[in-house]
T-cell receptor, first 110, second 114 residues
Framework: GEDVEQSLFLSVREGDSSVINCTYTDSSSTYLYWYKQEPGAGLQLLTY?????DMKQDQRLTVLLNKKDKHLSLRIADTQTGDSAIYFCAGGGSQGNLIFGKGTKLSVKP | KAGVTQTPRYLIKTRGQQVTLSCSPISGHRSVSWYQQTPGQGLQFLFEYFSETQRNKGNFPGRFSGRQFSNSRSEMNVSTLELGDSALYLCASSYQTGGGNTIYFGEGSWLTVV
């Protein structure tokens, strides 16, 4: 079935780059998304990438897509303590819904 | 432009009761989807409404239902509440059915069933 997998935890030092990885099974997704969730809050759309793109850059965020390996990554440059949150990768499911990974908890140490 | 608004933000209900949650999408968006988030199961799709019609439905029992009004506002209802229904319920808004490139979420409604 459709599935999205992410590592559960990532710890980095402030100022370093963070790379969050994701693999997905459904190659029919038109778009792939990254969301951020802070404690007690909803999901914030960070960025998305169209499935025929390899890379998308948006300020400190860089998304890389390897369709052959069904691998998606989110790089956050110059990571700040305010970036500490849970990051979700999501792809489009066969029902038109989003299929989410379990989320990667990013901890940024000063 | 106002974001996705969900009400109420927090509520506590007793087993066996029913609950209604409301979602107002971003102006101009006609698709509203609902998701349930729990620590154990993560984010799971409940259903999607577009132009007042249910387009898609996830794998939840019939106790979970929803509807959409002509102004695109949506409600979801859970009847005969069970302890396991305790969760964060998230509403997502998008311009087109199936999502498209921009799908925005509200802050969610935290439901606790006791």
């Amino acid at each position: 079935g459709e599935d999205v997998e992410q590592s559960l935890f990532l710890s980095v030092r402030e100022g370093d780059s963070s790379v969050i990885n994701c693999t997905y099974t459904d190659s029919s997704s038109t778009y792939l998304y990254w969301y951020k969730q802070e404690p007690g809050a909803g999901l914030q759309l960070l960025t998305y990438i169209f499935s025929n793109m390899d890379m998308k850059q948006d300020q400190r965020l860089t998304v890389l897509l390897n369709k052959k390996d069904k691998h998606l990554s989110l790089r956050i440059a110059d990571t700040q303590t305010g970036d500490s949150a849970i990051y979700f990768c999501a792809g489009g499911g066969s029902q038109g819904n989003l299929i989410f990974g379990k989320g990667t908890k990013l901890s940024v140490k000063p | 432009k106002a974001g996705v608004t969900q009400t109420p933000r927090y509520l506590i209900k007793t087993r066996g009761q029913q609950v209604t949650l409301s979602c107002s999408p971003i102006s101009g968006h006609r698709s509203v989807s609902w998701y349930q988030q729990t620590p154990g199961q993560g984010l799971q799709f409940l259903f999607e409404y577009f132009s007042e019609t249910q387009r898609n439905k996830g794998n939840f029992p019939g106790r979970f239902s929803g509807r959409q009004f002509s102004n695109s506002r949506s409600e979801m209802n859970v009847s005969t509440l069970e302890l396991g229904d305790s969760a964060l319920y998230l509403c997502a808004s998008s311009y087109q059915t199936g999502g498209g490139n921009t799908i925005y979420f509200g802050e969610g409604s935290w439901l606790t069933v006791v």
